[in-house]
């Protein structure tokens, strides 16, 4: 009996902690993506996507070649004219997977109106590269409906320099002329709805 009481508080206190749990660390990533002290801390979690100050998206990130899971090379360059979603996630990242059906909702929503997720796989909590088989299987078992790729650490290390954060998930919004209008970091109920906020207010432009 008590040996049952005590797995019953082990598992309240654990379920507490993942709830409150909004962003995974990656000390790789964090540690190769150099952040430049100097750039501006480009987010707030802000929903106003036509006064938000924000420049066009980095050269070093549109212009930067994606490999694909399939093995296909794509650049976020050549999807300008689509409101682009870029998420950085990682299979082992508790609230990244937390918000992927909202992101498939989304996906779903608007895809008929130039919207376009791309998720970008950051690799393992080690920071090495995610087996592609890995990734297509867990991309099956949750049904995702974007496009997945990998987000390399000089990418990843781009990503970081905007946020100034090593942490996962990010989330950047991008419109159809290439600029960056909302950068949303960490997971959450509070984080995705803002997301969806400005998504729809973008998409409505």
Same mark, same amino acid.
């Given at each position: ?16 902690? +993942? ?21 501006? +801390? ?112 000089? +990418? ?50």
């Amino acid at each position: 009996m008590k040996s049952l009481f005590k797995n019953a508080i082990l598992f309240i206190a654990l379920s507490i902690a +993942l709830s409150n749990f909004t962003a995974c660390s990656n000390t790789t990533s964090t540690q190769n993506g150099s952040i430049d002290e100097t750039a501006p +801390l480009a987010s707030n979690n802000s929903t106003d996507t036509k006064n938000s100050g924000y420049p066009n998206a980095p050269a070093e990130i549109m212009q930067s070649e994606i490999k694909d899971v399939d093995g296909n090379a794509f650049k976020l360059e050549d999807k300008k004219g689509k409101v682009i979603l870029v998420n950085l996630w990682a299979i082992w990242c508790v609230p990244c997977i937390a918000e992927m059906p909202h992101l498939v909702e989304m996906q779903e929503k608007y895809r008929n109106k130039g919207f376009e997720i791309v998720g970008l796989n950051i690799g393992d909590d080690e920071g090495r590269h995610e087996p592609e088989e890995n990734v297509k299987a867990f991309a099956e078992k949750m049904n995702l409906n974007y496009q997945l790729g990998y987000a390399d650490d000089k +990418l990843t290390g781009e990503f970081n320099k905007i946020t100034r954060m090593g942490g996962i998930p990010q989330s950047f919004l991008i419109n159809r002329e290439g600029k960056l209008i909302n950068v949303f970091q960490g997971g959450g109920s509070r984080i995705v709805n803002q997301m969806k906020e400005a998504v729809e207010k973008v998409m409505n432009e």
